[in-house]
Nanobody, 115 residues
Framework: QVQLVESGGGLVQPGGSLRLSCATS????????MRWYLQAPGKERELVAS???????NYAASVKGRFTISRDSAKNTVYLQMNSLKPEDTAVYFC?????????WGQGTQVTVSS
C-alpha cells in the first residue's frame, strides 16, 4: 500500500513562505522519484517540482527561483519550501509518486496566499 501524507499548508500573506512536507514509507522513498503538483480552483492539476532518488530536481517555470524541493532520507520525507509566495500560488498541493506507470497521490494540502 502506497501512502503519501502531506502537511504544512495554510494561509500566508503575499511575499511570505511556507514549507510543505510529504511523508511516505522507506521503500517508496528509496526507489522512486517524488513530485509536487498543484491544482487551482477550476484548473487541471499541474506539476510544480520533482526530485529523483539521486537528488536531481526540476521545477515549473512559474516557481523556479522561489520554490525548492528536497528530500530527507532519515525521515522518508520530501519537502517543498515555498518563498516569495504570490496570490496565484493559491491551490491545493499534492504529493505524487509513480510506480509501474500508476500514479499515487496524497490527500492534498491547501495553500492560500492572500492579504
Amino acid at each position: 500500500q502506497v501512502q503519501l501524507v502531506e502537511s504544512g499548508g495554510g494561509l500566508v500573506q503575499p511575499g511570505g513562505s511556507l514549507r510543505l512536507s510529504c511523508a511516505t514509507s522507506r521503500s517508496i522513498f528509496r526507489f522512486y522519484t517524488m513530485r509536487w503538483y498543484l491544482q487551482a480552483p477550476g484548473k487541471e492539476r499541474e506539476l510544480v517540482a520533482s526530485i529523483t532518488t539521486g537528488g536531481t530536481t526540476n521545477y515549473a517555470a512559474s516557481v523556479k527561483g522561489r520554490f525548492t524541493i528536497s528530500r530527507d532520507s532519515a525521515k522518508n520525507t520530501v519537502y517543498l519550501q515555498m518563498n516569495s509566495l504570490k496570490p496565484e500560488d493559491t491551490a491545493v498541493y499534492f504529493c505524487n509518486t509513480r510506480i509501474a506507470l500508476k500514479d499515487y497521490w496524497g490527500q492534498g494540502t491547501q495553500v492560500t496566499v492572500s492579504s
